[in-house]
């Protein structure tokens, strides 16, 4: 099933039933396989608490009763019926609704924006709606703009929901994974299961990861049936443990044992919260996985799968505790304890690969999360490879798989308890909800332009209950809920250092940007040469001639036919249309040949090769010279703060694929060399345009001369000339600022790969210009 662009652009309304059903059997297992194995380890880390049990089954029955209502508000009401709604263009997750907000108010820190963005198609969803001025939106957002504190909180708080998310995908494959092979311990001595429980567990992990660069796709068809088998399996067996064992368990759904429940809460019950939480843990992977998928398959694949399976396997295993309260005392009531003697095993086989499923889709959206903060200059860059050519979300990143398996292994194996690991993971999971709930709520007030307490009922609601859930998972820090915070801090840390630096690095760029005036003394009476080809100058402005430049020149006084300040960047939307890709503009005079060209993708957008990157680049530049726009960018050395927000100096150009002016490109073997030379050798290219007959003729004025310069420079050559800045702190920094940016940032940027502008860029077409930025 094709899950590409096309599909996800169209809302759920318009999908055919046949493909919404397609897409709701794919989501049960890419999205819901944590959500559905919780069963495995919730009653037990609840129960762990050594909470004193009654004859009446009051307390089971208060803890069946919290998971119920937990899984009812939070995944059903919260998610399915109102975050869902908002997506990003069809994108979701902690960044999207950041970047949701971004496009309703100027509350973003990110650099080289420009009001051609804003007229976007995802960008202009909404921002340009009237909002009465006394509005409690409007005042809202006028708020926000104004105070950068405000600002910095918004980015903070985007970074603290995102690391969370990547310390969730270290300890979710740990926890479900150690939780399935735990069944062995009811075949084994006490003394012999841990012998082989944390082997079992550190093989499967390890193969899990090794699995990953093949992708999702490949083994992608066997996830959706084996959470559905799972699912089939729990509930039965919650069915027939309700029959069996205790038929009047459903009485315990009533919100009256919850009140009976708290209202005798002593310390061990508050604590055990904290285990209670773990039942709604996968609920934002429901909103962090929705560009794979619809809204609708989504609700549709929770509401009559997923919920009432786990509903029914949460009663069923209350309804076999309240016979064995012996089991409990032992702390060897796992689930495996309610399921039959005889489905033992084979319930176990199951689980495994339920784990295993449910751990794939927490390691493919930190995945995603990962090359949306990498696109958005939050992560330092790192390879990312993506792994179909129909589903376009599959990704694979290299570097943070092999680090994410270490970091499941060592927690694996200095936990060896479900307990310590269940509560690092709850601590995570909570953190990650607050933080969408109070994105959520700006969302509502700004965005969606609601009254002040809609807004104010769900952050009291549903913050509220998450605030419980989480004081109860802090109260267990020295118990294994240190080590979420220690690894969100860990990647809090690298986000939010490689952002400030990359900030400073751009500040540096404008504030030292060279001027169009000493762009027009250059001329051939100083020694200035200009060769054949054309030579891309890459650079972070989006106005103004970069300080590397002019560092080019002064010691290599010479420059190609053609020059092109290139700007790759990427935008605060999903997607950016190929028609859109290109803004155009010309430096200086016509003669000149300079061009400046901003090359825009969406956080979710895959760059193309080095050859079609070529190609379209100059399809843009071509339209731009055929359309007759001969504005000139004059006022290049004006103050950076304008500079950011005006562009009135581009013009929209977009693909090959997108105009009626096509280039064609020939290899011929230069001077008849023999076969066998040639491959040594670079082939000559040798590029036309092809102008249908029914467009009309490009008109005179030195357009055609132009077009066939920038043929003729095409056909010697690209160089791709980059900057390689080394940051320093300047004199008189503080001791904090020295830190990050002399250790901190030079670290990450040397331990890192390069700026990847153009993907696979040939090393034999490029050229490195260092310089020393003092920041």
């Not at 796709?217 to 067996?237: E, K, M």
């Not at 005889?342 to 959206?365: D, E, F, H, M, N």
């Not at 562009?647 to 011929?668: F, L, R």
Request: charged content about 20%; aromatic content about 12%; some cysteine.
């Amino acid at each position: 099933m094709d899950l590409d662009r096309g599909i996800r652009e169209k809302s759920a309304e318009n999908l055919p039933w046949k493909t919404v059903l397609t897409l709701a059997y794919q989501s049960l297992g890419v999205v819901y396989g944590d959500l559905s194995i919780s069963p495995l380890y919730v009653y037990r880390s609840t129960f762990a608490e050594d909470i004193t049990l009654t004859e009446n089954n009051e307390e089971i029955y208060g803890v069946f009763s919290l998971v119920f209502w937990a899984l009812t508000l939070i995944p059903l009401i919260k998610y399915v019926f109102i975050v869902l709604k908002a997506d990003d263009n069809g994108e979701g997750g902690t960044f999207a609704l950041y970047s949701l907000l971004c496009r309703h108010a100027r509350v973003s820190s990110l650099h080289n924006r420009q009001l051609a963005d804003e007229e976007l198609p995802g960008y202009k969803k909404g921002y340009y709606d009237a909002t009465p001025e006394r509005s409690f939106a409007s005042r809202m957002k006028m708020a926000l703009e104004k105070h950068k504190v405000l600002q910095k909180i918004l980015l903070v708080l985007a970074l603290i929901g995102t690391s969370m998310v990547i310390g969730d995908g270290v300890l979710t494959p740990s926890l479900s994974v150690f939780s399935a092979v735990s069944g062995v311990e009811l075949s084994m001595s006490k003394e012999h299961h841990r012998c082989v429980e944390i082997p079992a567990t550190c093989i499967i992990l390890i193969g899990l990861f090794a699995l990953q660069h093949y992708g999702t796709h490949r083994v992608g068809f066997l996830f959706a049936p084996i959470i559905i088998t799972w699912l089939f399996c729990i509930s039965t067996i919650g069915v027939y443990n309700i029959f069996y064992w205790n038929p009047q368990v459903y009485k315990a759904i009533s919100p009256y044992y919850v009140y009976r429940y708290l209202r005798k809460a002593q310390g061990e019950k508050l604590v055990s919260l904290g285990g209670i939480l773990l039942c709604i843990t996968g609920s934002e992977a429901m909103f962090a996985d929705l560009g794979h998928f619809s809204q609708l398959s989504i609700k549709l694949a929770f509401t009559s799968v997923v919920y009432p399976s786990i509903v029914l396997a949460y009663m069923g295993h209350a309804a076999y505790l309240s016979k064995h309260h012996n089991i409990i005392y032992n702390y060897h009531f796992g689930f495996y304890a309610s399921v039959p003697d005889k489905l033992r095993w084979p319930v176990l086989v199951i689980a495994i690969l339920a784990a295993v499923v449910g751990s794939q889709a927490i390691i493919t959206a930190t995945f995603s999360i990962i090359k949306q903060c990498m696109a958005l200059s939050c992560f330092p860059r790192v390879k990312v490879v993506h792994t179909s050519s129909t589903i376009h979300g599959q990704i694979y990143i290299p570097e943070i798989n092999w680090i994410l398996m270490l970091l499941c292994l060592a927690v694996t194996i200095g936990f060896r308890d479900t307990k310590h690991l269940g509560n690092a993971s709850g601590l995570a999971v909570i953190t990650v909800m607050l933080v969408t709930t109070i994105l959520m709520s700006l969302v509502i007030a700004v965005c969606w332009k609601q009254r002040f307490f809609l807004a104010l009922g769900f952050v009291a609601i549903f913050g509220t209950i998450e605030a419980v859930f989480f004081s109860a998972s802090l109260i267990k820090f020295l118990e294994g809920a240190w080590v979420s915070i220690a690894l969100a801090f860990a990647f809090f840390s690298v986000m939010y250092i490689w952002h400030y630096g990359t900030l400073k690095k751009y500040e540096y760029d404008v504030q030292n940007k060279v001027s169009i005036n000493w762009l027009l003394s250059l001329s051939p009476n100083i020694g200035i040469v200009r060769v054949r080809g054309i030579g891309l100058i890459q650079t972070d402005l989006v106005s103004g001639i970069p300080a590397i430049f002019s560092h080019f020149v002064t010691n290599l006084p010479a420059f190609h036919q053609v020059l092109v300040f290139l700007c790759i960047k990427h935008v605060p939307v999903p997607h950016v249309s190929p028609k859109e890709r290109f803004l155009v503009g010309r430096v200086g005079p016509r003669e000149f040949r300079l061009y400046r060209c901003t090359v825009r993708y969406g956080y979710c957008d895959v760059p193309r090769d080095d050859m079609e990157f070529e190609k379209d680049l100059v399809c843009s530049i071509e339209e731009f010279i055929g359309t007759g726009n001969d504005s000139t960018e004059l006022n290049a050395s004006s103050s950076s703060s304008k500079e950011l927000e005006q562009n009135q100096d581009m013009a929209v150009a977009g693909t090959c694929s997108t105009h009626t002016i096509t280039m064609n490109e020939d290899t011929k073997n230069p001077n008849n060399i023999d076969s066998a030379e040639t491959s040594e050798i670079q082939p000559k290219k040798r590029v036309r345009f092809v102008v249908p007959e029914e467009s009309p003729r490009i008109d005179n004025g030195g357009r055609e001369e132009e077009l066939e310069e920038l043929m003729e420079a095409r056909e010697a050559g690209v160089v791709y000339i980059t900057g390689q800045s080394y940051m320093r702190a300047k004199a008189g920094s503080s001791l904090l600022k020295k830190l990050v940016i002399n250790v901190g940032y030079e670290f990450l940027r040397k331990n890192t790969r390069a700026p990847a502008y153009v993907p696979d860029m040939p090393h034999a077409s490029s050229l490195e210009v260092g310089m020393v930025y003092r920041v």
